[in-house]
C-alpha cells in the first residue's frame, strides 16, 4: 500500500490546523453507512504511516451493523483483522465542530496491502481504473433529494416536515415547490451546508426547494473524477445530517420517509469523454442521436431490472415507486422527458450525457456508478439497442416494453443473486456479501409484526 507517499497530507493539514484535537476515520460498507472510529489527533501520522486494523466483519454488516454469517466475511474466516489506509486528498476539516475536528475516508486491505474486492470504493476504483487503459475518461455528477423533518413524531407516530428554522413556519400540506422565500426560512441551516462543503471542496451549487413538503434538492457540480463525485455526495450527506443536527431539525435520507408524497431520488448524470477530451456522447455528422448513446440507453434498459437491488437496495426503497411521482417505473428513456428512467438532457452537443433517475437517495453511491458505468459498457460493446424514445408521460403508455423490471423487493433480490451481469459487475467476493446482507434484512423485514398488521387483523378476522 503506497499511502505513506501522503504523510505531507497530513503533515500540511496538522500544521494549518493546530486546533483540530480528533479525527472521524471513516470506511462506507456494502450500505453506504459510514463506520469507523474517532482517533486523537496524535495518531493521525502513524495512521498515514501503518494504516488502522478493523475486523473483517465491518465489511460483512447489515442496515443495523448486524453480523450477516452468509457473506463468509464473519466467522468463516475467524473474523481476522484487515488493515484500511487513508483515501489521499480526503483529509478534510469538519464544519461547525466544537471544538474543531477533521473527517478522513479510508479504504480498506488485506494484511498483506492488497485491495479487499468487498469494499465498493475498490470495486469502482478498479473499474475506473479499466476504463483508463481503454482510454476512456467519465464526467459524473450526482443530485441529492432529502427532507428536513422535525424530531418529534406526529400524533400517529409518523414523520413530519420541520418548521423553518426562522419564523418556525410550518409546510405540511404545501409542496412549496421551487419557492424561495421557503428556503429563505430555511436560510441559518443552508448557509452553514454551503460552509461546510467549502471546507470539504465539495462544490455544491443549486438547492431548491422540491415536490414535497419539506423536501429539498442539492446539486453538485460534475466532476472529471468519478470516485470524487461518489465521495462527495457520501461527504454531503454527513454534512447535511450534522448541520440539521445543530439546528435542531432531522437530515431524512429514506427513499419514502412520508406516505402519498414524492420520494426522493439520487439522480446520477455520466457521460463519457476520450483521450482527446472528445464527448463520445456527442453526436456528429448530422445524426439524431450518437449510435454510443444509444447503445448505453440499451445497456442500461437491458441490466436495469437484475441491477435495481443496486437503485433501490432497501424495503422502503420500493414505496418511491410511484405512477406520476417523477420516480421512474419503466426501464425506458426520452430526450428531457422526467418521466423516464434515462433522460437525455438538453443541452450542448459536446455536453451530452445520461441523467440516470433509477437510484433512491438511500443507495450506495459506489455501487450506483459502478453498475451504471459497467451497464454502458456493455451495451456500446454488445451493440444493444433500447426501446424506442418515450414521449409524453410515460406512465400512460402501455407496458409493452421488451425490458422488463421486478415490481418488488424480494424478487429484486431473487433477480439480482441469479444475474450474471450483476455478478461479474460487482465480481464475486462482492456479489456474495452484497446478496447475502440483503436476503438477512428482508428476512427480518418479513418476520416483523407492524403496527399496521394489528390494525387490520386483530378486530377484524
Known amino acids: 500500500m503506497k499511502t505513506k507517499n501522503y504523510l505531507s497530507e497530513a503533515q500540511n493539514f496538522l500544521k494549518r490546523n493546530t486546533q483540530v484535537k480528533s479525527f472521524d476515520i471513516v470506511i462506507h460498507d456494502c450500505n453506504g453507512v459510514g463506520r469507523g472510529k474517532i482517533i486523537r489527533r496524535n495518531e493521525l501520522l502513524n ?11 465491518l465489511l460483512g454488516m447489515d442496515i443495523t451493523g448486524e453480523d450477516t454469517p452468509e457473506t463468509g466475511l464473519i466467522l468463516e474466516q475467524g473474523d481476522g483483522d484487515i488493515k484500511a489506509w487513508p483515501v489521499p486528498s480526503s483529509l478534510k476539516l469538519l464544519h461547525n465542530s466544537k471544538p474543531p475536528r477533521g473527517e478522513l475516508f479510508m479504504n480498506m486491505y488485506d494484511i498483506d496491502g492488497k485491495k479487499l474486492l468487498t469494499d465498493p470504493r475498490n470495486v469502482l476504483e478498479n473499474k475506473i481504473q479499466d476504463f483508463k487503459k481503454k482510454g476512456i475518461n467519465f464526467y459524473a455528477a450526482f443530485e441529492l433529494e432529502f427532507f428536513l423533518v422535525s424530531n418529534e413524531l406526529d400524533e400517529y407516530g409518523k414523520l413530519k416536515p420541520a418548521k423553518s428554522i426562522i419564523g418556525k413556519r410550518a409546510s405540511i400540506k404545501r409542496t412549496d415547490v421551487y419557492s424561495v422565500d421557503h428556503l429563505h426560512g430555511m436560510l441559518p441551516l443552508i448557509d452553514d451546508i454551503y460552509e461546510a462543503t467549502k471546507l470539504a471542496k465539495i462544490d455544491a451549487e443549486t438547492i431548491i426547494s422540491e415536490y414535497a413538503p419539506g423536501q429539498y434538492e ?70 439524431k442521436i450518437n449510435k454510443n448513446l444509444n447503445y448505453a440507453l440499451g445497456g442500461l434498459s437491458k441490466t436495469m431490472g437484475e441491477s435495481m437491488l443496486i437503485f433501490a437496495p432497501n424495503a422502503n426503497s420500493w414505496r418511491r415507486f410511484v405512477s406520476g411521482s417523477y420516480a421512474p417505473t419503466k426501464p425506458n428513456w426520452g430526450i428531457d422527458n422526467r418521466s423516464v428512467a434515462f433522460r437525455i438532457p438538453s443541452s450542448n452537443k459536446n455536453n451530452r450525457r445520461i441523467e440516470h433517475r433509477v437510484s433512491g437517495v438511500d443507495a450506495n453511491p459506489y455501487l450506483v456508478a459502478l453498475t451504471i458505468i459497467s451497464a454502458i459498457e456493455l451495451g456500446i460493446q454488445n451493440k444493444i439497442s433500447p426501446d424506442k424514445q418515450t414521449t409524453g408521460n410515460a406512465y400512460l403508455k402501455k407496458n409493452n416494453q421488451k425490458y422488463k423490471i421486478p415490481s418488488d423487493w424480494n424478487s429484486s433480490i431473487m433477480l439480482s443473486k441469479k444475474s450474471s451481469f450483476l455478478k461479474q459487475t460487482l465480481g464475486p467476493e462482492l456479489h456474495k456479501a452484497f446478496i447475502a446482507i440483503k436476503e438477512m434484512e428482508y428476512l427480518k423485514f418479513a418476520s416483523t409484526i407492524s403496527e399496521l398488521d394489528i390494525d387490520l387483523y386483530l378486530d377484524a378476522i
Do not use: W
Open 218 to 287: 442539492l446539486t453538485l457540480k460534475h466532476q472529471k473524477s468519478l470516485l470524487k463525485a461518489a465521495d462527495d455526495i457520501l461527504r454531503l450527506k454527513r454534512i447535511i445530517r450534522a448541520q440539521a443536527r445543530k439546528h435542531g431539525v432531522t437530515a431524512c435520507f429514506m427513499a419514502k420517509p412520508m406516505e402519498n408524497i414524492s420520494g426522493s431520488g439520487m439522480h446520477f448524470h455520466i457521460s463519457l469523454y476520450d483521450q482527446k477530451e472528445k464527448n463520445i456522447f456527442a453526436e456528429r455528422n448530422n445524426e
Open 47 to 57: 495512521l498515514y504511516k501503518s494504516g488502522r486494523q478493523f475486523p473483517l466483519s
